[in-house]
């Protein structure tokens, strides 16, 4: 159980086009998922958490307005990252908190290149 | 000074090998202290999760809590070259989750 999935894993595209991420909880549900960028050999570094219904919180340093979240169900959340430029390519990474609980789930993550 | 301490490693051990991960964490709030495994080029995947200090073990992973002392581990019995990977302490403050750097372990055959 405790499945999270991620589409697309992997995507390149050219610099100035927008790209979506999809982030799904499988066989549960979660009222917030979590959106984390993590370059190489280096940690999460957490961008956002979005609550299903209601606007994402993001974390200082993050433009909210370069990366859109939306978090329409209790299975789907998904990242916008618009007119991408070449430092946006990264890997991202979401995951998703049980409802009842504290446990996050991290799905496998989307390795974004922008050329 | 990081909220939360992990050695970055690389760690290397031969297989068959105890290995023992740690952390230690200056924020006495932190209530849930969880333990990820992470392949390259993966998202992390729980390993194993707990709230309260002492052991807590599952096959050959036991995790250990000391709340006095805001340290944690992660200890790794019968290592095996699958276990290569990084591995991330987390702990949870509110809603976030709080990483330490992350200990490259190399498990040699």
């Known amino acids: 159980g405790a499945v999270v999935s991620q589409h697309p894993s992997w995507v390149i595209c050219k610099s100035g086009t927008s790209v979506k991420i999809e982030c799904r909880s499988l066989?549960?549900?979660?009222?917030?998922m979590f959106w984390y960028r993590q370059f190489p050999k280096q940690s999460l570094m957490l961008m956002a958490t979005s609550n299903e219904g209601s606007k994402a919180t993001y974390e200082q340093g993050v433009e909210k307005d370069k990366f859109l979240i939306n978090h329409a169900s209790l299975t789907l959340s998904t990242l916008t990252v618009t007119s991408a430029h070449p430092e946006d390519s990264s890997f991202y990474i979401c995951s998703a908190r049980v409802l009842a609980g504290d446990e996050q789930y991290f799905g496998p993550g989307t390795r974004l290149t922008v050329t | 000074q990081k909220e939360v301490e992990q050695d970055p490693g690389p760690l290397s051990v031969p297989e068959g090998a105890i290995v023992s991960l740690n952390c230690t964490y200056s924020?006495?709030?932190?209530?849930?202290f969880m333990w990820y495994r992470q392949y390259s080029r993966k998202g992390p995947e729980l390993l194993m999760y707990?709230?309260?200090?002492g052991n807590k073990e599952d096959g050959r992973f036991t995790a250990q809590v000391d709340k006095s002392s805001k340290y944690i581990s992660l200890f790794i019995r019968d290592s095996q070259p699958s276990d290569s990977a990084t591995y991330l302490c987390?702990?949870?403050?509110?809603?976030?989750?709080?990483f330490g750097a992350g200990t490259i372990l190399r498990v040699k055959s």
């Open positions: 987390a702990m949870t403050f509110g809603n976030k989750l709080v």
């Open positions: 924020n006495s709030a932190f209530q849930y």
């Open positions: 066989d549960f549900q979660a009222t917030t």
């Open positions: 707990t709230y309260s200090s």
